[in-house]
């Protein structure tokens, strides 16, 4: 349901989302009509926009590593989320115990830093928000040249920590 109500906000990511399932056709069926009438946390219901997959046989959950070692198959909830990019590259994986939900906020936040990432040579630190600063990998002569001026985007903490100012304050 979370998934639900955050559709847009992914959408606005460029993500599409896709929930994959042991249970049966027609558990799924049941499942999703039943979700998109529950109101939640004060919220209307709310409409599934995007695919149920079936994996009834676990073929795709054991491919992916999805199923820990050893677990009983039958009965488990499969907590795992794949971030695969668009040239179908697995950028990021999370697993979760069976007894703790997702995210959907460190799901979001963990996209916005990897789409962040792809357009420059930067990582995001520890703590990283949306619209924080991010750290340069290497300096090209010209941005080493600019660091420390009053008007540069680029500031350094050490010899290892050179960071970029996503937001100018001049």
Do not use: C
Request: glycine share 6%.
């Amino acid at each position: 349901m979370e998934l639900a109500y955050n559709q847009e906000d992914f959408n606005n990511l460029g993500v599409k989302l896709l929930v994959l399932s042991y249970d049966n056709l027609s558990s799924h069926r049941s499942w999703k009509a039943a979700l998109e009438e529950i109101p939640y946390k004060g919220r209307d219901a709310v409409k599934i926009n995007f695919p149920l997959v079936v994996d009834d046989n676990f073929e795709v959950s054991l491919l992916y590593g999805m199923v820990s070692p050893g677990e009983n198959k039958a009965g488990t909830n499969i907590r795992s989320v794949f971030i695969i990019n668009p040239e179908n590259k697995v950028r990021a994986i999370l697993h979760y115990p069976n007894e703790v939900g997702r995210n959907i906020d460190e799901l979001k936040r963990t996209i916005i830093a990897l789409q962040t990432t792809d357009k420059g040579n930067v990582v995001t630190p520890a703590n990283w928000n949306p619209g924080d600063d991010v750290m340069i990998m290497g300096l090209t002569p010209s941005e080493e040249e600019r660091l420390g001026k009053s008007d540069s985007n680029l500031y350094k903490y050490s010899w290892f920590m050179t960071f970029k100012r996503m937001k100018f304050k001049n």
